[in-house]
DNA sequence: GACAAATGATACCATAATGGTATCATTATC
DNA sequence: GATAATGATACCATTATGGTATCATTTGTC
């Protein structure tokens, strides 16, 4: 019991993406099929093969059916950024939405902490942009 | 769906804690019991009971058994931070814990991807820190 | 065209976390 | 002793997470 900001999905889906984008950098146009990815990177296979699933449609990658698909990413991997796969698997990053419970927060503490969770909010975005699939398989921060 | 930092207890707690710090503030000795928070603060009673225990155990509150019992606080309401409250209900915030699947990770994506976390980890540490009771009911900052 | 290899869609399941309730025991005051 | 409170703890319902399974469809090879 800890807070956690990436979780499984998320987590299999950034090992899926800088694999693919690797694989890419060797062999330009290379299709990967979920049978490869459960070889290299050791996932179970329905799980992975239904986050692939998500990722084709939310436009992160393009699938091909049939003999010898596969799929492949759908942009430069610089263009991918770790924000985008997690925004896809949890959702947006609002942590002020826990504090207006049932109707809007009746005393005003309670817009206090919501400007100061505004301000992590925002913090986080701004560290989490920066980071793409390209930066990840670099070892480089871009920023940092 | 979306990554939070707050959840009921905690929040609950905190309003709990600001409700008792003004009541003191006015009324020096004030020992305040369950079925006052649950008129005050419309909060559902068995639920709110739990979470003064676990706050008294905690060390957050002092406790009061019998006739006219009650809680109190254990501390002046600036010597109670949010980031307690928040590290009693939901645990330490280590946003890093994820990434680090069954073995320690192989490849040094995730190695950069925690330092990264790590540096937001710590920010919300800076961030919640500095508030504390009496900071919310004031409505006052403090840092910001 | 038949077959095989792949994804598309989707339903399902097990476990854990969250939010909430209930009960019995104990303590303290009147 | 009655009553008003907390202490401890077990329980329950709902949701989120992690993971599996199935059937349909597409597509390349023979």
Not at 6 to 27: F, G, P, S, W
Request: aromatic share 6%; charged share 25%; with cysteine.
């Amino acid at each position: 019991m800890s807070i956690k900001l990436i979780n499984r999905n998320t987590d299999y889906a950034v090992q899926a993406l800088c694999y693919m984008a690797r694989r890419e950098h060797k062999h330009k146009p290379h299709v990967t099929s979920v049978s490869e990815l459960v070889e290299e990177l050791k996932v179970p296979r329905a799980f992975i093969r239904k986050i692939m699933q998500i990722l084709n449609n939310e436009s992160v990658l393009l699938s091909k059916r049939g003999w010898g698909g596969g799929f492949r990413l759908a942009r430069e991997p610089k263009k991918i950024s770790l924000l985008e796969v997690v925004k896809v698997f949890q959702g947006p990053i609002k942590l002020s939405e826990c504090v207006l419970q049932k109707e809007a927060c009746p005393n005003k503490n309670n817009c206090f902490l919501r400007r100061r969770l505004g301000t992590i909010e925002q913090f986080i975005n701004i560290q989490l942009k920066p980071i793409t699939i390209e930066g990840m398989i670099n070892g480089n921060s871009n920023v940092l």
